[in-house]
T-cell receptor, first 118, second 113 residues
Framework: GAVVSQHPSWVICKSGTSVKIECRSLDFQATTMFWYRQFPKQSLMLMATSNEGSKATYEQGVEKDKFLINHASLTLSTLTVTSAHPEDSSFYICSARGSASGRADEQFFGPGTRLTVL | KQEVTQIPAALSVPEGENLVLNCSFT??????LQWFRQDPGKGLTSLLLIQSSQREQTSGRLNASLDKSSGRSTLYIAASQPGDSATYLCAVNYGGSQGNLIFGKGTKLSVKP
């Protein structure tokens, strides 16, 4: 139980285009989802927190108009990188927390999405 | 500022050795602490979660301890195997049931056959 999926697992796009990444909780309801970014040999940095049906809360320094987050249901959150640039190339990981049996305090992580912007 | 530090950054051991990975945090008022494993290019796998009221948690060959007063946690791996090679991340939750995680930079473990 407590499985989180991400799609796509990797994507290559041209500079200026937008990319959407999906995060799904497969076997539990995720009341809260988190989006992280990880640069090579660095740890995970939280970008934003989203609660189902509410606007996302962004961390300091993260542009909300560039990284659009939608958490429209208890099993799906999306991150859209708008007008992507090469510096947005990174590994994006989502996590979910919710009603997984007996594990309400834990975050369960997706497998990540490797974004490369040319 | 709430920070999480992991030492060493990298560790190489021969197969079969017992080893300890260290995690320290600046603010002892934690809600819980998690240890994760990350394989190259992959997401995170949760290994152990320790609540602030607990001293340790065990799962198979893994044992995680927590000493809030000293701001430290350790992950003990017994009888290491090449398949244990990965990066191990420590993360602290200060915010309670609605809190987020603050991650250390990880320890990259290599277990040589």
């Amino acid at each position: 139980g407590a499985v989180v999926s991400q799609h796509p697992s990797w994507v290559i796009c041209k500079s200026g285009t937008s990319v959407k990444i999906e995060c799904r909780s497969l076997d539990f309801q995720a009341t809260t989802m988190f989006w992280y970014r990880q640069f090579p040999k660095q740890s995970l940095m939280l970008m934003a927190t989203s609660n189902e049906g509410s606007k996302a809360t962004y961390e300091q320094g993260v542009e909300k108009d560039k990284f659009l987050i939608n958490h429209a249901s208890l099993t799906l959150s999306t991150l859209t990188v708008t007008s992507a640039h090469p510096e947005d190339s990174s590994f994006y990981i989502c996590s979910a927390r919710g009603s997984a049996s007996g594990r309400a305090d834990e975050q369960f992580f997706g497998p990540g999405t490797r974004l490369t912007v040319l | 500022k709430q920070e999480v530090t992991q030492i060493p950054a990298a560790l190489s051991v021969p197969e079969g050795e017992n080893l300890v990975l260290n995690c320290s945090f600046t603010d002892s008022a934690i809600y819980n602490l998690q240890w994760f494993r990350q394989d190259p290019g992959k997401g995170l796998t949760s290994l152990l979660l320790i609540q602030s009221s607990q001293r340790e948690q065990t799962s198979g060959r893994l044992n995680a301890s927590l000493d809030k007063s000293s701001g430290r946690s350790t992950l003990y791996i017994a009888a290491s195997q090449p398949g244990d090679s990965a990066t191990y991340l420590c993360a602290v939750n200060y915010g309670g049931s609605q809190g987020n995680l603050i991650f250390g930079k990880g320890t990259k473990l290599s277990v040589k056959p």
